[in-house]
């Protein structure tokens, strides 16, 4: 009988690298149906759905499953089933809640290092597993660099185990890192590679999901056509995942946004909120309320996108998610100045520069250089408008991490220069002005 069992539970296993998700699940409930006491062997059951509702994207379950295998394998003491079950409950960070499945992490690193034998190819995917889920972890806390060493050290692991099915999940991860560390071009490549394989796997989950960092990539790289094609064609999979489809559903509201599509973006932000708080799902609910409020902004609708962006400031505080809050706080600012209230601008701008020492991003430095020039010039003083352009400058010249911010520095050191010739008529200013008006003119064009 037992035999049977971990026979039936290794082919299940076995469909679940071919991602034939639904053949192994049934497996799995056959096999829960014969099992009724507490056993390691049910408790295999209970953990290899859990790993199967991961690959799914169905990350509410996995962390319920995770959680009732945690007691069962603590009642039975054995270390390989707390590990594995607290690995599936640090999927909860899907969810919004980094710090609770930072606990996890940290404990079952202790549990890892406890193994005394670190050759056996046990250990090895145990290895995987942390790995990867504190590579995620990582890159939610916007620790970027430290999420793709993690991810790459990760893939050395999977490359000599051969599970294509874990080699696409982590070339997603590592597509998803390089379009936050403005790489998109890197971004894709991997993007790319991971359709290949889901593809080849016939894993519709996985074709949306990369479908999904296809269209990311492209949006930015500025090809907004490309990524429209790819994000529309990822919401037309039926077995979508509800994490790809509130990621794809935001995507379709800020490529809208960049084609000057407002109305359109709204709906799309407005959708994609909704379906966030139905599910459950913190950070993207709060990205969305974020989005709605900077919509909202760029309509001239002040007072409302104000209290968007202070709602979705309030919820990046609540659930500590950095990227939530400094992302806010610049919304924030630049309302601020909309509105003409220098003082209120200059609060925000005190909270953003808090983040400033302990973030390494090269967009977050550029958010907060920009932040602060917008802030300058608009106090008036003479000082202030020769650091601001100084700063406006120093950003036009650095390697561009976001169009969107490249774009905005551009403007107002044009605005700078456009006042100074106003006021000095010094034909010297031209010189300086010429060419960034004839880069506006290229940005147009394009």
């Not at 199967?52 to 996995?62: L, T, V």
């Not at 660099?145 to 991810?151: F, G, S, Y």
């Not at 120093?394 to 774009?407: A, K, N, R, V």
Request: a negative charge; glycine letters at 4%; one cysteine or more.
């Amino acid at each position: 009988m037992l035999d049977s069992i971990l026979e039936e539970l290794t082919h299940a296993e076995h469909l679940m690298y071919q991602a034939r998700f639904e053949d192994a699940l049934k497996i799995l409930t056959n096999l829960e149906k014969k099992e009724t006491s507490i056993t390691k062997e049910q408790l295999s059951i209970l953990i290899l759905k859990g790993k199967i509702c991961c690959y799914k994207e169905q990350y509410k379950i996995a962390v319920e499953i995770g959680e009732k295998a945690y007691q069962l394998s603590q009642k039975l003491g054995i270390i390989s089933k707390i590990i594995d079950s607290l690995l599936l409950k640090a999927h909860i960070v899907f969810l919004g809640m980094l710090e609770k499945a930072l606990e996890h992490i940290s404990e079952a690193e202790g549990l890892l290092n406890s193994m005394s034998d670190k050759s056996s190819s046990e250990f090895l995917k145990f290895k995987a597993k942390f790995l990867l889920i504190k590579s995620i972890a990582c890159h939610y806390t916007a620790d970027h660099n430290k999420a793709l060493e993690l991810a790459q050290e990760w893939l050395v692991i999977r490359e000599k185990l051969n599970e294509k099915l874990d080699i696409a999940l982590i070339y997603c991860q590592i597509a998803d890192i390089y379009n936050f560390k403005s790489d998109p071009t890197t971004a894709l490549d991997y993007a790319m590679k991971s359709f290949a394989i889901q593809e080849e796997l016939q894993n519709q989950i996985g074709i949306a999901t990369s479908l999904y960092l296809i269209g990311l990539s492209y949006f930015n790289k500025g090809h907004f056509d490309q990524a429209l094609k790819s994000v529309k064609q990822s919401l037309t999979i039926r077995e979508i995942s509800t994490s790809t489809k509130l990621q794809s559903i935001h995507l379709l509201g800020a490529i809208y946004k960049e084609k000057g599509e407002l109305d359109r973006t709204l709906k799309y932000y407005i959708r994609a909120a909704r379906l966030a708080e139905q599910e459950g799902y913190v950070e993207d609910f709060l990205e969305n309320t974020m989005g709605i409020g900077a919509t909202y902004r760029m309509k001239g609708n002040l007072e409302k996108a104000t209290e968007y962006l202070q709602n979705s400031m309030e919820l990046s505080e609540k659930y500590k998610v950095p990227y939530g809050i400094r992302t806010s706080l610049f919304y924030l600012i630049l309302t601020s100045l909309d509105k003409n209230s220098l003082n209120q601008a200059q609060l925000y701008l005190k909270r953003l520069e808090e983040f400033a020492p302990q973030n390494e991003s090269r967009i977050f430095n550029q958010v907060h250089l920009i932040s602060k020039a917008l802030v300058l010039k608009k106090s008036g003083r003479l000082r202030n408008r020769t650091e601001a352009e100084l700063l406006l400058k120093q950003i036009t010249e650095d390697e561009i991490s976001s169009p969107h911010l490249y774009l905005l520095a551009l403007v107002n050191l044009c605005e700078l220069f456009l006042e100074e010739l106003d006021m000095t008529n010094n034909s010297e200013v031209l010189d300086e002005l010429n060419p960034l008006i004839a880069q506006l003119s290229n940005i147009a064009k394009d």
